[in-house]
């Protein structure tokens, strides 16, 4: 459900994923900065080595929770050490999800799903897996590379989380990507 080996961007491009590049066009805090509160939980789908998990943490505070969420256990322990460089090693959490679910149990107030949805096989179990960990009214933002999701891709997936229990809220414009922000339904 989350990744076959062969879709998803292997961890020795790791370095690709989170670079200062990558970090002035795809700004954390101009991203997700908006979303997310002092003392929530958030949830980081498909994290790699970390760039937002990282600014996650720093977002949520001492009193709030990251979980940072791969299927490569090498993006994992990359994150971990960063995460302890950072001193944020008590709110990252860091699971590794399986190839059928994510298998987490908590409950998220913000989720971010940035560039991996497009390599997950099954979108239907893997957004309704998503929204059942969202709280009500919590949201999750979704963002796909213009260059790997087609639009009509792109809207197929906001069908498919409109059908999980989730409501659109916005399109954020992100450089190079095509991007929807979704709201839980309150009941």
Same mark, same amino acid.
């Given at each position: ?127 309704? &897996?998503?929204?059942?960990?969202? $709280?009500?009214? %919590?949201?999750? !933002? @979704?963002?796909? *590379? =213009?260059?790997?999701? /087609?639009?009509?891709?792109?809207? &197929?997936?906001?069908?498919?989380? $409109?059908?999980? %229990?989730?409501? !659109? @809220?916005?399109? *954020? =414009?992100?450089?190079? /990507? ?10």
């Amino acid at each position: 459900m989350i990744n076959e080996p062969a879709r998803i961007c292997p961890w020795q491009h790791a370095w690709f994923l989170d670079n200062c590049v990558r970090r002035t066009i795809h700004n954390p805090d101009r991203i997700i900065g908006r979303y997310i509160e002092k003392g929530q939980t958030v949830l980081d789908l498909g994290c790699g080595p970390g760039m937002f998990s990282l600014a996650m943490a720093k977002m949520v505070g001492e009193d709030g929770k990251v979980i940072s969420v791969d299927i490569q256990e090498e993006m994992l322990q990359i994150l971990r050490k960063q995460s302890e460089n950072a001193g944020f090693q008590s709110r990252i959490y860091l699971h590794k999800s399986r190839s059928d679910g994510i298998g987490i149990r908590d409950s998220v107030d913000f989720a971010l799903a940035f560039y991996m949805v497009h390599e997950v096989p099954d979108k239907t179990g893997f957004l309704k &897996e998503v929204a059942a960990h969202i $709280k009500p009214l %919590g949201m999750i !933002l @979704i963002v796909e *590379p =213009k260059w790997h999701v /087609s639009e009509p891709s792109f809207e &197929e997936t906001v069908d498919v989380a $409109k059908h999980s %229990g989730l409501r !659109l @809220i916005s399109r *954020p =414009k992100i450089l190079f /990507s095509r991007a929807v922000l979704l709201q839980k339904n309150s009941g």
